[in-house]
């Protein structure tokens, strides 16, 4: 049986040699590279052309959704799953809208990846129970505008409506408009409301 060839894509160096320690030696797969940034993954998908690929969510120089979206962008049937600490609601969807046919946690056992290479490379999704959850409770949310989204960034970091109107240049009108529509769109009571089931869904990330 032909070896699946697996590209590994991950920041954290322990990471990325328990991957490759686990995946290199395994009678079914064969390593098609390692690496460390979203550029470089991107790079080594158009140099390698692996029938997989394991990527971080969080990677220096662009996110997994990010790669995700070039390396589609360049090969339409490629197979990729997102092997990530971070399971909230916005990023998982993040990740299947710009094609990943996988996502599981880094908390899960390996004999799962590599139930989830296998299914993917074959061209099937692959999403654990929980994940698939989160995926069709997102399907039935209104998506925010790239200024809403704006808006409710702002409102997370504390922005008053006058400092947002200032800050992106808009008319006091308009900044309600905007706030309201979220609201609407969060099913939220009030700007704390909304920047609380925000935060919960992944939708806006505070660096405390």
């Known amino acids: 049986m032909k070896k699946i060839r697996v590209l590994i894509a991950d920041d ?68 990729i799953i997102m092997l990530t600490s971070y399971e909230w609601e916005e990023d998982i969807w993040r990740a299947v809208i710009a094609g990943a046919l996988g996502y599981i946690p880094k908390s899960c056992h390996m004999d799962e990846i590599y139930q989830c290479i296998v ?17 069709e409770a997102r399907e039935k949310r209104e998506t925010l505008t790239a200024r809403e989204q704006q808006v409710l960034s702002l409102l997370a970091g504390g922005f008053s409506n006058k400092e947002i109107m200032t800050h992106l240049s808009l008319s006091t009108g308009t900044v309600r408009t905007h706030v309201s529509s979220i609201l609407a769109k969060l099913n939220a009571n009030d700007r704390t409301h909304a920047v609380v089931k925000a935060v919960r869904r992944g939708m806006v990330h505070l660096d405390l």
Do not use: C, W
């Not at 052309?49 to 990677?59: G, I």
């Not at 299914?119 to 999704?125: H, I, M, N």
């Open 119 to 135: 299914e993917v490379a074959a061209g099937k999704r692959y999403f654990p129970p929980n994940i698939m959850q989160k995926i």
């Open 12 to 79: 954290h160096e322990m990471v990325l040699r328990g991957l490759a320690d686990g995946i290199g030696p395994h009678p079914d797969f064969e390593l098609a590279g390692e690496v460390s940034t979203g550029p470089d993954a991107v790079a080594a998908y158009k140099e390698q052309k692996p029938d997989v690929v394991l990527l971080d969510f969080r990677m220096p120089g662009a996110n997994g959704d990010q790669v995700t979206e070039e390396i589609v962008a360049f090969d339409p049937e490629a197979k």
